[in-house]
């Protein structure tokens, strides 16, 4: 599986940016797509996961109610969109994607975002959030 990313760059604080995953190479009709992050000297955060029919959704706290996931089934895409960002979103975004035999194990794994590991990251792409 290999993931490609778009979508960071700088902002200001109270702007928006959405993210953007595509996956190649799934071969199995169930699986998730997560966004993690890593800013300096801090662990890694799960942000947000989706399962493939959007059914299973998490989201950080720290982000609830201002990033939104979405997943496009034809195009194997996930999104980020984020408003009302703050400095303290700006990190690097990983996308990840795991894939799964039944869709219990994706909606399980969506739910449970901050513990899994996934079998696929992208490069990752900056965000910068400007005071």
């Known amino acids: 599986v290999q993931l490609v990313e778009s979508g960071g760059g700088l902002v200001q604080a109270g702007g928006s940016l959405r993210l953007s995953c595509t996956a190649s190479?799934?071969?199995?009709?169930?699986?998730?797509f997560g966004w993690f992050r890593q800013a300096p000297g801090k662990e890694r955060e799960g942000v947000s996961c989706i399962s493939e029919n959007g059914g299973s959704l998490y989201y950080a706290d720290s982000v609830k109610g201002r990033f939104t996931i979405s997943v496009d089934n034809a195009k194997l895409t996930a999104s980020l969109q984020m408003n009302g960002l703050d400095v303290e979103d700006t990190a690097v975004y990983y996308c990840?994607?795991?894939?799964?035999?039944?869709?219990?194990?994706?909606?399980?794994?969506?739910?449970?975002?901050?513990?899994?590991?996934?079998?696929?990251w992208g490069q990752g792409t900056q965000v910068i959030v400007s005071s």
């Open positions: 190479g799934f071969r199995l009709s169930y699986y998730v």
């Open positions: 990840a994607a795991g894939q799964y035999l039944v869709g219990a194990q994706s909606k399980d794994v969506a739910n449970d975002c901050e513990r899994w590991s996934p079998g696929s």
